[in-house]
Structures are given as C-alpha cells and as structure tokens.
C-alpha cells in the first residue's frame, strides 16, 4: 500500500503523515516512536489516549488509532497489556505498563531513549485524573489495582 493511503476502516492520517494546521501550513503528526516514548514516560502504570494528549503538547492531536497502534506495538515487545472495552457502553482502550523489573533488558532494545530510571520513576507515579475513577473501577474488576493519587 502506498504511503498516504488509508486502510479500509482506519479514520484519520497515518502514524508520521503531515496535516494541515489551523493556518494551513504542514504540522507533522507524532510518529509511532514518539507516541511509544510518551506512553512509557506517562505518570502512572496505566495509559489513555486522552491521558497522553492531555499532558504532552507534542502528543495533543494524537488519534486514537495512532494510540492503538502505538499499544500494541508496545504489547508485542513485551512492555505491557492492552486492555479494551472494559467500561460497559463505551469505548474504552488503556496500556497497563509492566512494572520496571519486568521490563529492565526489553527498553535498551527498543531504541526510544526511555532510561530505565525514568522509566521507574514515571510508573510509580499515581494514576492521574486523566484515568477516570469509573475505568479503574473496571479495571480492577479484571484485576488491575492502581494507586490514585495518594488513595487506594
């Protein structure tokens, strides 16, 4: 396929595509290692889209397929689980990051410039509004337990 084509039932531009700005000048959207790097450096164990656009001027356009298929790049290396639709009648699509034991080896080799330090740092961090208290009721329903801010 092409480059700037789309794929039957994606929405919206390609991970790395150019798009017009408000004064029609080309921005270039976030490409997948950018969006990989900030979801590995977000405050929290636990990752959304909105999350992300909300606290990274960078990442403030980011779609949500460009977050699905930075998720799943992620899960296919190993670096956590991607976890759908667990808020009933709503669609909802989080990154639950591996705790940094589990991932010390696996972020040399990824490339992205994410130290582990920082890494550590960034997930014991609590979960941010951001996650609101309804997903992560869900979510530890499935068995996920998070710390928010300061509360269990």
Do not use: C, W
């Amino acid at each position: 396929m092409a480059m700037g084509q789309s794929t039957p039932g994606r929405r919206g531009p390609k991970i790395g595509e150019e798009t017009p700005g408000e004064d029609d000048s080309k921005r270039a959207l976030p490409t997948i290692q950018a969006i990989m790097a900030g979801m590995l450096l977000a405050a929290g164990p636990v990752v959304s889209r909105r999350m992300l656009s909300v606290n990274s001027k960078a990442l403030v356009y980011l779609t949500s397929q460009q977050f699905e298929d930075a998720a799943m790049t992620l899960q296919e290396a190993n670096m956590g689980t991607v976890v759908r639709d667990f808020v009933p009648r709503r669609r909802s699509y989080v990154f639950i990051k591996k705790p940094p034991f589990e991932v010390a080896n696996i972020l040399d080799d990824l490339g992205l410039l994410v130290s582990h330090e920082k890494y550590e740092t960034r997930y014991n961090l609590p979960v941010p509004p951001a996650i609101s208290g309804n997903m992560l009721e869900k979510l530890q329903e499935r068995g996920f337990v998070f710390l928010r801010s300061g509360k269990n």
